[in-house]
């Protein structure tokens, strides 16, 4: 059978579909590369070998990852990022969704070890393999597993786990209700549906952002995890951006996206690349999400840490919007590839080259400028913080630009929005 010729989509969806793409371009691939970089994801291993399967345009191919709704599914993942960004060890939130002190710091609680956001961000960089499993909206498991120890996130009904082997220690919480009152939904630090721990809301993310501003094309088949797939191509068309490409293998049979990588426009290994290296789509062991903390363990009720966290603190954890309000409110800028996350200063920006002398304001200059580029524009003077993959220009009065997109990019928003 000949094999697929790659096929290039830009328009010719039916219009309801189209505005929708439109409209998630502004917001839906920024989203999915600050995910990453903050938090998560990459290489599996490709089989050797391409299989030949029926031609399919990339249209088609979206449609069929679209419509793709596996819910059971079992097997291991690995993970690799390579984002440029240093290790940052013991990093992290209170334990959030399964306790812990609003905004995380010491009043974390007994569980800080277990807590989600302190384990999911050693995923930012290196390599790990990670074990999954889901059964429905209600049954989801993921373990990242190490040379001497295993962190696991267990979801079963309304049983919430974490549990660190390394410290021997567990938190326990219980899971809210979904608004349909049919199901109980992870809180956060467990995503829902794997999120964040297998390719396919990466996937399926990027696809949303799929517009006039994006080429997609099917470029030729791979084994994944020893099933057949097809090749996704997704690649900017806005210069600015810092992403050269996006490749997504999809599952031949049932359109679930087995591997997503991420490839910087400055080449080299992959920014993000994450896969399955073995997958299974029969219903998973009961097993699975099952969980009894191992004798000895120090078991952490979440609930009652979070209340007595929020005493404390008077108040509730602040939300999104309200952390937003408080960094003067958080604005998107630009479309598409090169939209430009914003947050007003209010004058108290990053210590300037004038604080080298000695003391700490000194010091932290010396820091920044160590690891920040000094620029200049109309918009007055400030440092860009560079990865392969995300840059922020930081301006002296503490205005933030933020984005998957190159420093003049940055510079040049900045200089507009003066």
Do not use: C
């Amino acid at each position: 059978m000949p094999r697929n010729e790659p096929t290039e989509v830009t328009d010719g969806w039916d219009a309801e579909r189209s505005t929708r793409r439109r409209k998630a371009v502004r917001y839906g691939v920024p989203v999915v590369v600050a995910g990453v970089a903050a938090a998560t994801m990459v290489p599996a291993f490709a089989g050797s070998g391409s299989p030949d399967l029926p031609k399919i345009s990339a249209q088609n191919l979206i449609a069929k990852v679209a419509k793709s709704d596996v819910q059971q599914l079992s097997g291991t993942v690995r993970v690799t990022t390579d984002l440029g960004l240093p290790a940052l060890p013991g990093v992290g939130g209170g334990a959030g969704g399964f306790g812990g002190a609003p905004g995380g710091g010491e009043k974390g609680g007994d569980g800080a070890s277990a807590a989600p956001q302190n384990k999911l961000m050693e995923l930012a960089s290196g390599a790990h393999t990670l074990r999954v499993a889901a059964d429905g909206p209600d049954k989801q498991r993921v373990s990242i597993v190490d040379k001497a120890a295993e962190y696991s996130l267990v979801h079963d009904g309304n049983e919430l786990w974490a549990y660190d082997s390394g410290s021997n220690t567990a938190v326990h919480s219980t899971a809210p209700h979904s608004r349909s009152g049919k199901q109980h939904r992870a809180p956060e630090g467990l995503p829902k549906d794997l999120k964040g721990a297998t390719p396919q809301d990466l996937a399926k993310q990027a696809l949303k952002a799929a517009g006039d501003t994006t080429s997609v094309t099917v470029d030729g088949t791979a084994k994944v995890a020893g099933r057949d797939a097809y090749q996704l191509l997704i690649k900017p068309k806005q210069a600015g951006s810092t992403v050269g490409s996006i490749r997504v293998a999809v599952d031949a049979e049932n359109g679930t996206p087995l591997k997503f990588t991420l490839t910087p426009k400055s080449g080299g290994a992959a920014a993000v690349d994450i896969g399955y290296t073995n997958v299974d789509f029969a219903k998973p062991a009961a097993s699975n999400f099952d969980f009894t903390p191992p004798k000895g363990a120090k078991v952490v009720e979440g609930d009652k840490e979070r209340a007595t966290a929020q005493r404390e603190h008077g108040k509730d954890a602040p939300s999104r919007k309200e952390l937003a309000k408080d960094m003067g409110g958080l604005n998107v800028i630009g479309k598409g590839w090169t939209s430009i996350a914003t947050i007003k200063g209010e004058g108290a920006g990053l210590p300037s080259g004038k604080d080298k002398g000695e003391g700490a304001g000194g010091d932290a200059a010396k820091f920044l400028d160590s690891i920040g580029d000094k620029v200049n524009g109309s918009f007055g003077s400030g440092r860009v913080f560079s990865t392969r993959l995300v840059n922020a220009l930081i301006t002296d009065n503490g205005t933030v630009y933020v984005g998957a997109v190159d420093k003049q990019s940055l510079i040049n928003a900045a200089n507009a929005a003066k």
